[in-house]
């Protein structure tokens, strides 16, 4: 499930299971906060089994029942774009945890702050925290789950956007994501418009003690929406569509003694993911993808687009990228490593590949492959 996916599904969850985060989302939630405490300066934080900051809540509104871990949203009290930071942040940590299969409920006031503190170091500032867990509505599939998402109440595009004419259709995406924001007391006090020189301006129509949290969650989700871009910060803050490029891949897999086994690449970089590139003119993406598998590793393979899952990243300022990947096997061919882009290429387990990916997001689609192909088995 993409991040976009979440958006159309998510809803608050204030109702949470006694059960432990699984240990492998444990594991790829810790690499999503991790990657976004390293763009941010934020301190970020997963904390696992312990209620104190929920357990003394008795009767009142929004008071969540079963919460035993939560994410810490704090960051240098000096930074004048803190809680907007927070904010944006947060949500993304927010869908990539709806994106697992964890429900999740932003949490400003019903908890116990003074709990959360021993969290933070000299000179930092707690704004807020978010709930997260295994829930009872993760049961109900899909189907529920956008159902429920629904019937949540919004402002409509016209009241959320200014300057609609003329505007192009990754705005209008934007401001269809927007929509499914959530903000305290479900106020959504904010604007955003099109401007003739085809940047996009975020104001805040209303001030409250979390107007800036919400904020940076609403253009969390036009950035989303509106398929990457970068904002500058503040009330008044600017956006700028980014150029779009797109890669192929494929999660290759074999059958060894009866054990399945992985093919992980580490790049030059540094970072271990599977074989994947770029595009060429008239390419199409099976094409591209059986493409990269030869060039990076020597070998030849069959495609399984019955398996298709896309990663959206920046790999520099201005520019996001769709990585779409695949199910392969190898069919022939020598294995060799691409000495120009690749370090070292290797056959590995499940379970000994999945601490091994470095990005959240690529062990996602790992995850995605491991479901499938089990799947394929049983039938």
Same mark, same amino acid.
């Given at each position: 499930?993409?991040?976009?996916?979440?958006?159309?599904?998510?809803?608050?969850?204030?109702?949470?299971?006694?059960?432990?985060?699984?240990? +492998?989302?444990?594991?790829?939630?810790? =690499?999503?906060?991790?990657? @976004?405490?390293?763009?941010?300066?934020?301190?970020?934080?997963?904390?696992?089994?312990?209620?104190?900051?929920?357990?003394?809540?008795? =009767?009142?509104?929004?008071?969540?029942?079963?919460?035993?871990?939560?994410?810490?949203?704090?960051?240098?009290?000096?930074?004048?774009?803190?809680?907007? =930071? @927070?904010?944006?942040?947060?949500?993304?940590?927010?869908?990539?945890?709806?994106?697992?299969?964890?429900?999740? @409920?932003?949490?400003?006031?019903?908890?116990?702050?003074?709990?959360?503190? @021993?969290?933070?170091?000299?000179?930092?500032? +707690?704004?807020?925290?978010?709930?997260?867990?295994?829930?009872?509505?993760?049961?109900?599939?899909?189907? /529920?789950?956008?159902?429920?998402?629904?019937?949540? /109440?919004?402002?409509?595009?016209?009241?959320?956007?200014?300057?609609?004419?003329?505007?192009?259709?990754?705005?209008?995406?934007?401001?269809?994501?927007?929509?499914?924001?959530?903000?305290?007391?479900?106020?959504?006090?904010?604007?955003?418009?099109?401007?003739?020189?085809?940047?996009?301006?975020?104001?805040?129509?209303?001030?409250?003690?979390?107007?800036?949290?919400?904020?940076?969650?609403?253009? #969390?989700?036009?950035?989303?929406?509106?398929?990457?871009?970068?904002?500058?910060?503040?009330?008044?803050?600017?956006?700028? /569509?980014?150029?779009?490029?797109?890669?192929?891949?494929?999660?290759?897999?074999?059958?060894?003694?009866?054990?399945?086994? #992985?093919?992980?690449?580490?790049?030059?970089?540094?970072?271990?993911?599977?074989?994947?590139?770029?595009?060429?003119?008239?390419?199409?993406? /099976?094409?591209?993808?059986?493409?990269?598998?030869?060039?990076?590793?020597? +070998?030849?393979?069959?495609?399984?687009?019955?398996?298709?899952?896309?990663?959206?990243?920046?790999?520099?300022?201005?520019?996001?990228?769709?990585?779409?990947?695949?199910?392969?096997?190898?069919?022939?061919?020598?294995?060799?490593?691409?000495?120009?882009?690749?370090?070292?290429?290797?056959?590995?387990?499940?379970?000994?590949?999945?601490?091994?990916?470095?990005?959240?997001?690529?062990?996602?689609?790992? +995850?995605?492959?491991?479901?499938?192909?089990?799947?394929?088995?049983?039938?």
């Amino acid at each position: 499930m993409t991040l976009s996916d979440v958006v159309l599904t998510r809803t608050s969850q204030r109702s949470y299971l006694p059960d432990p985060i699984p240990p +492998l989302q444990r594991e790829e939630l810790q =690499k999503a906060i991790d990657a @976004c405490r390293q763009r941010s300066g934020l301190r970020l934080r997963l904390v696992c089994d312990r209620p104190e900051p929920f357990a003394s809540l008795r =009767k009142s509104y929004g008071v969540l029942k079963g919460v035993r871990n939560y994410l810490v949203l704090a960051g240098p009290a000096a930074d004048p774009d803190l809680e907007e =930071k @927070c904010g944006y942040y947060g949500e993304e940590l927010v869908l990539a945890a709806g994106a697992m299969g964890l429900g999740t @409920c932003w949490v400003g006031g019903t908890y116990d702050r003074e709990s959360c503190l @021993c969290h933070l170091q000299e000179g930092e500032r +707690l704004v807020c925290v978010v709930a997260v867990g295994r829930t009872p509505e993760e049961r109900g599939g899909r189907e /529920k789950l956008i159902a429920l998402a629904s019937k949540r /109440k919004s402002k409509s595009q016209s009241e959320l956007a200014g300057n609609l004419s003329g505007a192009p259709s990754w705005f209008m995406s934007g401001i269809a994501a927007v929509q499914r924001a959530p903000s305290a007391w479900n106020r959504q006090a904010y604007r955003f418009t099109w401007q003739k020189d085809g940047t996009v301006l975020a104001q805040v129509t209303g001030e409250h003690e979390f107007s800036m949290v919400d904020l940076g969650i609403a253009k #969390y989700h036009f950035e989303l929406g509106a398929h990457g871009g970068q904002w500058t910060w503040g009330d008044g803050g600017v956006f700028e /569509k980014a150029v779009e490029e797109k890669s192929c891949g494929a999660v290759v897999w074999r059958e060894q003694e009866g054990i399945r086994q #992985y093919l992980l690449a580490r790049h030059n970089g540094g970072h271990w993911s599977f074989p994947k590139g770029h595009v060429e003119a008239g390419e199409k993406e /099976k094409d591209t993808a059986r493409r990269e598998i030869r060039e990076e590793t020597g +070998l030849t393979a069959e495609i399984d687009t019955g398996f298709r899952q896309v990663v959206t990243y920046y790999p520099k300022p201005g520019v996001v990228k769709d990585v779409v990947f695949f199910i392969a096997v190898p069919s022939g061919g020598e294995e060799q490593a691409q000495l120009e882009e690749i370090a070292e290429i290797g056959w590995f387990t499940f379970q000994e590949a999945c601490p091994l990916v470095t990005f959240a997001s690529d062990e996602e689609v790992l +995850l995605a492959a491991e479901h499938y192909l089990e799947g394929k088995r049983r039938t």
